[in-house]
């Protein structure tokens, strides 16, 4: 479930590198419009899978589903971080969990992405290594994209798509040609999974193009019904709230801009 995507992230777009890299791993996890009571329920949430699965890892640090289940917890869990120094000791474990496994399993799709999702927390409490971070973490998901394309319901296209979109063009990553091609990949691979959808819609708002972006929006709204039966419960709670924040946004903007 995890994205690298948020809307402080998203509003870094123009704002100096160094701002860009401070909000670069917000992640969809963190709304600003949520009232404190929410916050504080899915935070509790995180906090709790977090114990959780240390505990499993703990117990059995050489399973590999221990491994990466508690890096996807640490970022998480990071999201709801009050300071960079419980932001970048959650990520850093999330960090240790996917290196070890990637040196026992280099082949392992989910040990390269939640090591690509963890640097990317550990990136929002840095300055100057936070530009190197961006490059590992594109080639993190890059080897993702190569061995599970649809993991995370194409996790791996989703993110890197969000990180050529949102890296800036001078001095990083970005790169509009790139953050189309793979959004569009993620929301071929899985077009089942809302984020998908709306990553694209929200990217084509940015672009001024309009049209594209109603398609999006439209694909959106046909898989809606389907998407809450699929993705029900409350482990998916949060990325309902955040779903539906940004689609009634992102139609807001589209009939503000397609007004005569």
């Known amino acids: 479930m995890a994205t690298f995507n948020s809307p402080s992230a998203r509003a870094a777009k123009g704002w100096p590198v160094t701002a860009f890299f ?44 221990n491994a990466w289940v508690f890096a996807r917890a640490c970022y998480d869990a990071a999201d709801f971080a009050t300071n960079d120094t419980e932001r970048a000791l959650l990520a850093n474990q999330g960090v240790d969990a996917c290196r070890q496994l990637v040196a026992r399993t280099p082949k392992s799709a ?18 100057i290594g936070a530009l190197f971070r961006v490059k590992e973490m594109e080639r993190e998901f890059k080897t993702a994209v190569g061995l599970d394309p649809l993991f995370d319901y194409a996790g791996p296209e989703r993110n890197l798509g969000l990180l050529y ?43 001024d193009e309009p049209d594209h972006a109603k398609l999006e ?22 990325s309902w709230d955040d779903w539906s924040r940004r689609r009634a946004a992102a139609q807001k903007k589209l009939a503000e801009i397609s007004r005569p």
């Not at 670069?24 to 929410?38: C, P, R």
């Not at 906090?47 to 050489?62: I, K, L, S």
């Not at 640097?119 to 929002?124: H, K, V």
């Not at 984020?195 to 929200?202: D, F, P, Y």
């Open 110 to 127: 989910p040990a390269h992405y939640y090591l690509a999702m963890n640097l990317g927390q550990l990136a929002r409490t840095e300055l």
């Open 217 to 238: 929006l439209n694909a959106l709204a046909a898989g809606w019904s389907k998407a809450q039966t699929n993705f029900s419960g409350e482990a998916w709670a949060q």
């Open 165 to 207: 979109l949102q890296a800036p063009t001078i001095g990083s990553i970005g790169s509009k040609r790139k953050a189309r091609e793979f959004l569009e990949r993620a929301a071929r691979l899985a077009p089942d999974y809302p984020e998908n959808h709306l990553n694209l819609a929200e990217a084509f708002l940015q672009w």
């Open 22 to 65: 401070i909000l670069l791993a917000a992640a969809g996890m963190v709304f600003a419009d949520q009232d404190g009571t929410t916050n504080v329920i899915f935070a509790t949430r995180a906090r709790a899978e977090y114990h959780r699965t240390q505990a499993r890892f703990q117990a059995d640090a050489g399973n590999a589903t």
